[in-house]
């Protein structure tokens, strides 16, 4: 099946560092990316709708100057936490989109620990 | 706009019983449905989807899902269990069209598998 990476997996920062997370597509195009919060022992929270070659369109209560998303190819979407403070902490989740209608697909990336101190 | 709800948030249950987690979702429209599992700190994996057709699904490690569309539910079942199959499930609604493709999750429900 296709392959989504995270990169890093883990990351620890200080407070008011920016901190980038990769996410790629390994073997196939991907022209949605979607990125995802997730606190501990809580659901997946929609934070973006990524598409390649355009600005990322964020979801309510988003603050898209502090989540900077790059999506700068086919196979590569970036997330940016800019100016991180320790409830920035959580775990990030990338998933990838392929295909429309009855063929979709999303495929999701391990994840990103990031720990703000 | 789509939501999930789970009713469960913890399903205990011995090896090799049956189980069943619950999921119901509200949508004005069409939707793709999903079932995901999440092992500890790692990413998730697709056990089953609905996006038309039967509405029964089969998916891995012998689970299966029924859309009812009467009862807007989507309910994750196992007939029998396994201590490997501890983990955390999300139930999951794409809201095709108008929804953009964004997949909502619920909360989650902790299965949790006991000897």
């Known amino acids: 099946g296709a392959v989504v990476s995270q990169h890093p997996s883990r990351v620890i920062c200080k407070s008011g560092t920016s901190v980038k997370i990769e996410c790629r597509s390994l073997?196939?195009?991907?022209?949605?990316m979607f990125w995802y919060r997730q606190f501990p022992k809580q659901s997946l929270m929609l934070m973006a709708t990524?598409?390649?070659?355009?600005?990322?369109?964020?979801e309510q209560g988003v603050e898209k100057d502090k989540f900077l998303i790059n999506h700068a190819s086919l196979t590569l979407s970036t997330l940016t936490v800019t100016s991180a403070h320790p409830e920035d902490s959580s775990f990030y989740i990338c998933s990838a989109r392929v295909g429309l209608a009855a063929t979709y697909e999303q495929y999701f990336g391990p994840g990103t620990r990031l720990t703000v101190t | 706009a789509q939501s999930v709800t789970q009713l469960d948030s913890q399903v205990p249950v011995f090896e090799e019983a049956p189980v069943e987690l619950r999921c119901n979702y509200s949508?004005?429209?069409?939707?793709?449905l999903f079932w995901y599992v999440q092992y500890p700190n790692q990413g998730l994996q697709l056990l089953l989807k609905y996006l038309s057709g039967s509405t029964l699904v089969k998916g891995i490690n012998g689970f299966e899902a029924e859309f009812n569309k009467s009862q807007t539910s989507f309910h994750l079942r196992k007939p029998s269990v396994h201590i490997s199959d501890t983990a955390e499930y999300f139930c999951?609604?794409?809201?095709?069209?108008?929804?953009?493709?964004?997949?909502?999750f619920g909360a989650g429900t902790r299965l949790f598998v006991k000897a």
């Open positions: 949508s004005s429209v069409s939707v793709y």
């Open positions: 073997d196939f195009q991907a022209t949605t």
């Open positions: 999951a609604v794409s809201d095709f069209p108008h929804g953009g493709f964004k997949t909502i």
């Open positions: 990524s598409n390649e070659g355009s600005k990322a369109t964020y």
